[in-house]
């Protein structure tokens, strides 16, 4: 079992930033695939980015250029760097880990953006 301990959220102006940190805990896992998804009201949840356990990372087209996304593969951590910041980006965003067999979510942190 793998237990995920979101942290970072909180409200931003247009332009701002925020970052986002991801713990991850337990035993016996191998994390592959760390990641961030978001989800607004009446929508469903979407891929933000992706990190495997290589440094390869994928990203939402429109999130490319102003978010990055990092691990620490030693601290089991992952976070996501976000920078000019639009309404748009406002959602909960989830923590995201895949191991061999499961995948696991975080309990997300509210992103808010608004002058």
């Known amino acids: 079992q793998v237990q995920l301990v979101e942290s970072g959220g909180g409200l931003v102006q247009p332009g701002g930033s925020l970052r986002l940190s991801c713990a991850a805990s337990g035993r016996g896992f191998t994390i592959y695939t760390m990641g961030w998804y978001r989800q607004t009201p009446g929508k469903q949840r979407e891929l933000v980015a992706t990190?495997?356990?290589?440094?390869?990372?994928n990203y939402a087209d429109s999130v490319k250029g102003r978010f990055t996304i990092s691990r620490d593969n030693a601290k089991n951590t992952v976070s996501l760097q976000m920078n000019a910041l639009k309404p748009d980006d406002a959602a909960l965003y989830y923590c995201?880990?895949?191991?061999?067999?499961?995948?696991?979510w975080g309990q997300g942190t509210q992103v808010s953006v608004s002058s």
């Open positions: 995201y880990v895949r191991t061999l067999y499961n995948n696991y």
């Open positions: 990190i495997g356990s290589g440094g390869g990372t």
